[in-house]
C-alpha cells in the first residue's frame, strides 16, 4: 500500500473514495482530477447538500443548477464532473484524539447512491468491494432522500454545538435548546419537502433518536476546538439558499447562519 501527501505521485486509479468535507473539496479538485481515467468513479463521502446535489434531479425542477458557493467557478464540475460522482452518506460517529488516531463511537454504515437514480452496475460493485473491506454498506435509489435525512440533524446540531460548545447531550438536555433544535429540524423537512425529498422519520421520532446518541462533540465543534474553518455552507447556507430558492422561509436558520460564520471568522482570526 502506498501511502502520500502529493497526489500527483499516484497512477489514475479505478476509484476515487473522498472524505473531505464540502469547503475542503474545490482546492483539491485539480488533484483529485489527476487520479482519474476513463471509467474511474469518484464516490464522495459529504454531509450537508453537495456541490452535484441537482445533477440528473428530477423532482425538484431545478435539474443541473450549480451554486457557486459550493463550487467557486465550478470547478469540480468542471475537472471532476457529476457523471463520476457516487454520492455517499455516512452515519459514523468520530472523533480525532491524535494526529492519525481517530476515535470512533460506534460501529457505523454508508449509504451510496447514484445522483441519477440508477442501481448501477458501479454502485452494486463498489458496495460489494466496501463490504468486502468490512464496512456496513446500503445502496439506494433515492440518495437525495437520504442527505436530507441526515440534513435535519447536521444543519441543527452541529451549529448549536459550535455556538455553545455543548456535547449532544447538554444540547438535549436543554429545552431551550432542543426548542431550537425543532425548529431547525421543522425547517429542514420543509426545504427538503420542496425539492422534492422523502423523509422515512418524523421530527419528533428524530429528535427521539438523538436523545441517545450520547455525549459526543459534534465535527463542527471539533474544528471549531482545533482552530479550522468550519462546514457552514454545506450544512447551512445552502439550507437558506434553497429555501430562498423553493420560497419557503427559514428564519431560525438564517439567524444561526449569521451567528455561526461569524464565529468562524473570530475562531480563524485567532489562530
Known amino acids: 500500500m502506498t501511502a502520500t501527501d502529493d497526489p500527483k505521485t499516484l497512477p489514475p486509479q479505478d476509484l476515487v ?19 482519474l481515467k476513463q471509467g474511474t468513479r469518484v ?26 458557493e459550493l463550487d467557486p467557478g465550478g470547478r469540480l464540475w468542471r475537472l471532476i464532473g457529476p457523471d463520476r460522482v457516487i454520492g455517499c452518506v455516512a452515519y459514523q460517529g468520530a472523533e480525532v484524539v491524535s494526529p492519525g488516531e481517530i476515535r470512533l463511537s460506534h460501529n457505523g454504515r454508508f449509504v451510496l447512491g447514484e445522483p441519477c437514480g440508477e442501481m448501477s452496475a ?12 468490512g464496512l456496513s454498506i446500503t445502496i439506494t435509489a433515492d440518495i437525495r432522500s437520504e442527505i436530507w ?8 446540531f452541529n451549529p448549536i454545538s459550535a455556538l455553545t460548545r455543548a456535547l449532544m447531550t ?3 438536555a436543554d429545552p431551550a435548546l432542543m426548542d431550537m433544535v425543532s425548529k431547525v429540524m421543522k425547517e429542514v423537512r420543509a426545504v427538503g419537502d420542496a425539492v422534492g425529498a422523502d423523509f422515512a422519520m418524523s421530527v419528533e421520532r428524530r429528535l ?13 465543534l471539533q474544528d471549531l476546538i482545533g482552530g479550522k474553518a468550519l462546514e ?40
Request: glycine share 10%; no cysteine; aromatic share 4%.
Open 232 to 271: 457552514i455552507t454545506p450544512l447551512v447556507g445552502m439550507l437558506v439558499a434553497l429555501g430562498r430558492l423553493t420560497a419557503v422561509p427559514t428564519p431560525v436558520s438564517e439567524t444561526i447562519l449569521a451567528l455561526v460564520t461569524q464565529l468562524d471568522r473570530e475562531n480563524r482570526r485567532g489562530n
Open 149 to 156: 435525512s441526515k440534513l435535519m440533524g447536521n444543519a441543527a
Open 170 to 172: 447538554d444540547i438535549m
Open 17 to 35: 473514495i473522498t472524505g473531505l468535507k464540502g469547503h475542503q473539496l474545490p482546492p483539491a479538485a485539480e488533484g483529485i482530477a489527476g487520479l
Open 122 to 133: 458501479d454502485l452494486s460493485a463498489i458496495a460489494a468491494v466496501l463490504t468486502g473491506a
Open 208 to 220: 427521539e433518536q438523538s436523545r441517545h446518541i450520547g455525549g459526543v462533540r459534534t465535527s463542527m
Open 43 to 68: 464516490v464522495m463521502i459529504l454531509n450537508g447538500i453537495p456541490w452535484w446535489y441537482f445533477h440528473r434531479d428530477t423532482r425538484s425542477g431545478h435539474a443541473e443548477l450549480q451554486f457557486d
